[in-house]
C-alpha cells in the first residue's frame, strides 16, 4: 500500500492537495450540503494529505461563508467549534441532509445574474460613493466663491454711472436727448 502511494502521489502532489485543502472556501451560491461534498472530494483526491478529523473540522467550518457559519453556530446553541469534533460533524450532517433534501425539493432554478448586475448592497455603495463625490465638488466650488466674488467685484472706476436727463429725466445724458415738443 506504501509504495502504491508513494507512485500515485508524491510529495510534490501531497502538497498541492494539502494547500488546496486548506484553502477550502465556500462558493457564493454554493448550499452547505454542496461545500460539504466539495471538501471531502477534495479530502479524497489527496489520501496522503495527512490532516486529523479535528483538523479536517475545523479547515471546513473555516472555509464556510460567514452567514453558513452563523446558521451552524445557531443550530448548535452557540459556537460550533466549542462542541465535540464527534458533535459538530453530526450536526453539519444532519443539516446537509436537509439542505440537500430543501434543494432536491426546488423546481424553479432562479436565472442566473448577469456578471454586470449589481446587488441592492453594491448599487448603495456605488451610489454612496458618487453623491460622496458630488458633495466633494460641491463643497471646494463653494470654498472658492468668496474669492470669486472678491474679483469678480466691480470698482468705482469700471461702474458705469448712468445720469439722468435734465431735459427730460429719462436715464441717458443730457447730450443725447433729442428734444421733442413735450420736453422742450
Same mark, same amino acid.
Given at each position: 500500500?506504501e509504495?502504491?502511494?508513494k507512485?500515485?502521489f508524491?510529495e510534490?502532489k501531497?502538497a498541492?492537495?494539502k494547500? &488546496?485543502i486548506?484553502s477550502?472556501? *465556500? ?8 461545500a ?8 479524497r483526491r489527496?489520501? &496522503?494529505h %495527512?490532516f486529523?478529523e479535528p483538523?479536517q473540522l475545523?479547515l471546513?467550518?473555516? %472555509?464556510?461563508?460567514? *452567514?453558513t457559519? *452563523?446558521?451552524?453556530?445557531?443550530s448548535a446553541?452557540?459556537?460550533i467549534?466549542l462542541?465535540t ?6 450536526l453539519i450532517e444532519?443539516?446537509s441532509?436537509s ?9 424553479? *432554478?432562479? &436565472? ?6 449589481? &446587488?441592492s ?7 454612496n ?5 458630488q458633495l466633494e465638488?460641491l +463643497?471646494?466650488t ?5 474669492i470669486k466674488?472678491l474679483i469678480?467685484?466691480? +470698482?468705482?472706476s ?5 445720469t439722468?436727463?435734465?431735459?427730460? %429725466?429719462e436715464?441717458?445724458?443730457t ?5 421733442t415738443e413735450?420736453? +422742450?
Amino acid at each position: 500500500m506504501e509504495n502504491f502511494l508513494k507512485k500515485y502521489f508524491p510529495e510534490s502532489k501531497t502538497a498541492e492537495g494539502k494547500a &488546496t485543502i486548506s484553502s477550502f472556501h *465556500q462558493f457564493p451560491n454554493e448550499s452547505l450540503s454542496e461545500a460539504l461534498e466539495r471538501f471531502r472530494d477534495l479530502l479524497r483526491r489527496t489520501p &496522503t494529505h %495527512g490532516f486529523s478529523e479535528p483538523i479536517q473540522l475545523n479547515l471546513f467550518i473555516d %472555509g464556510l461563508r460567514p *452567514q453558513t457559519k *452563523q446558521l451552524l453556530d445557531a443550530s448548535a446553541g452557540g459556537k460550533i467549534k466549542l462542541k465535540t469534533p464527534e458533535e459538530a460533524t453530526e450536526l453539519i450532517e444532519n443539516m446537509s441532509v436537509s439542505d440537500h433534501a430543501i434543494l432536491r425539493d426546488i423546481t424553479h *432554478q432562479p &436565472t442566473k445574474k448577469s456578471p454586470l448586475e449589481l &446587488t441592492s448592497h453594491d448599487a448603495l455603495l456605488a451610489q454612496n460613493k458618487l453623491l460622496s463625490k458630488q458633495l466633494e465638488i460641491l +463643497t471646494e466650488t463653494l470654498g472658492k466663491l468668496p474669492i470669486k466674488l472678491l474679483i469678480g467685484q466691480p +470698482t468705482h472706476s469700471s461702474v458705469l454711472q448712468v445720469t439722468s436727463c435734465t431735459i427730460c %429725466g429719462e436715464a441717458h445724458e443730457t447730450s443725447q436727448c433729442i428734444p421733442t415738443e413735450e420736453n +422742450t
